[in-house]
């Protein structure tokens, strides 16, 4: 079956603008994590979505990081007022169960 | 707060030869994971560990975990060129987020 998608694959802006990163989990998947992996930080965890709980933002870097997850499916990821350590790769998963996460493309966001 | 190292970060090795990288954690959890990376992919799930002296394998990889050590190791046997890639282990917290380890890159040379 379809995996998780994220869209787009890749994304240049300008400092200081807004970017939109989707995640399209796999379908009937409850639970969503976005994380991200940049050079310096390797591999971090940002946010997760679990049915309609509260989303646990704990991993989120500042308040210009904002994710809004509609009708327990798609997920946006929100930069406000991009900065050039935002420059990452945005990975999404999504999972069944707490066993095991299945990770999207990912999108590398480039921030000029 | 939950802290994930891997070693060695690099390893270079030739065809045919056995190798093995370690995973160390620094608070107890319920499930290690171990995943591939190819350069410029997303992550491959490779083994889910979840009790202590779990042991599986798949193919030439065999990866294992002792829980009251806090340590995972993941074993190359007879290693082929294919098997280049980066490798992380991964460590549950809580019912949420994987902490990951700095990943290891492993180069096989013919």
């Known amino acids: 079956g379809a995996g998780v998608s994220q869209s787009p694959s890749n994304k240049v802006t300008e400092k200081g603008k807004d970017v939109e990163l989707r995640c399209d989990p796999i379908?009937?998947?409850?639970?969503l994590y976005w994380y991200r992996q940049s050079l310096g930080q390797g591999l971090e965890f940002l946010i997760y979505f679990q049915g309609n709980s509260a989303p646990d933002k704990s991993g989120l870097p500042s308040d210009r990081f904002s994710a809004e997850r509609t009708g327990g499916s798609v997920s946006t990821l929100t930069i406000q007022r991009t900065q050039q350590e935002d420059s990452a790769v945005y990975l999404c998963?999504?999972?069944?169960?707490?066993?095991?996460?299945?990770f999207g493309p990912g999108t590398r966001l480039t921030v000029t | 707060e939950l802290k994930v190292e891997q070693n060695p970060l690099f390893l270079s090795m030739q065809e045919g030869k056995n190798y093995t990288i370690y995973c160390n954690y620094s608070?107890?959890?319920?499930?290690l994971y171990w995943y591939r990376q190819d350069p410029g992919k997303s992550l491959e799930s490779l083994f889910v560990?979840?009790?202590?002296?779990a042991v599986k394998q798949e193919g030439r990889l065999m990866a294992s975990l002792d829980t009251k050590a806090r340590l995972s190791t993941l074993h190359i046997t007879a290693a082929v060129h294919d098997l280049s890639a980066t490798y992380f282990c991964a460590v549950g917290q809580g019912a949420q987020k994987l902490v990951f380890g700095q990943g290891t890159r492993l180069t096989i040379n013919p």
């Open positions: 998963a999504s999972s069944l169960t707490a066993y095991e996460q299945y």
């Open positions: 608070t107890t959890s319920d499930r």
């Open positions: 379908s009937g998947h409850t639970a």
């Open positions: 560990l979840l009790s202590n002296g």
